[in-house]
């Protein structure tokens, strides 16, 4: 089973940048897409991106199109969220996880999120203040 360790996260002011890393450990995930998450208070968790096994395609939310980058290095068994422009909506814990089919978070809903993953990391913590 993969472990999942995600860290960057952090306060900021609206407008500002953060970049958060996800490390994975106990399974290759060369040939699997990734994906970033997040969950703020009182909601469920949703797909904010993903990217295939060579990074040629990605995937975002519309609510972070344009201001966040996802990236990989597979050398290193890690995934990347370059977040740029945040908002005070952005605030939440940010998770990230393997899958085996990229095209899955271009239709994943919050509840077909919660079913499709059993396990997950302790998740990174991004405060963005107005």
């Known amino acids: 089973q993969v472990q999942l360790v995600e860290s960057g996260g952090g306060l900021v002011e609206a407008g500002g940048s953060l970049t958060l890393s996800c490390t994975t450990s106990?399974?290759?995930?060369?040939?699997?897409?990734m994906g970033w998450f997040r969950q703020a208070p009182g909601k469920e968790r949703e797909v904010v991106a993903g990217i295939n096994w060579s990074g040629g395609r990605s995937y975002y939310a519309d609510s972070v199109k344009g201001r966040f980058t996802i990236s990989r290095d597979n050398a290193k068994n890690t995934a990347f969220l370059q977040m740029n422009s945040l908002k005070p909506e952005d605030t939440a814990v940010y998770y990230c996880?393997?899958?085996?089919?990229?095209?899955?978070?271009?239709?994943?809903?919050?509840?077909?999120?919660?079913?499709?993953?059993?396990?997950w990391g302790q998740g990174t913590q991004v405060t963005v203040s107005s």
């Open positions: 996880n393997p899958d085996p089919l990229f095209d899955k978070f271009t239709t994943m809903t919050p509840a077909e999120v919660s079913r499709r993953y059993t396990a």
């Open positions: 106990g399974r290759t995930i060369s040939r699997m897409a």
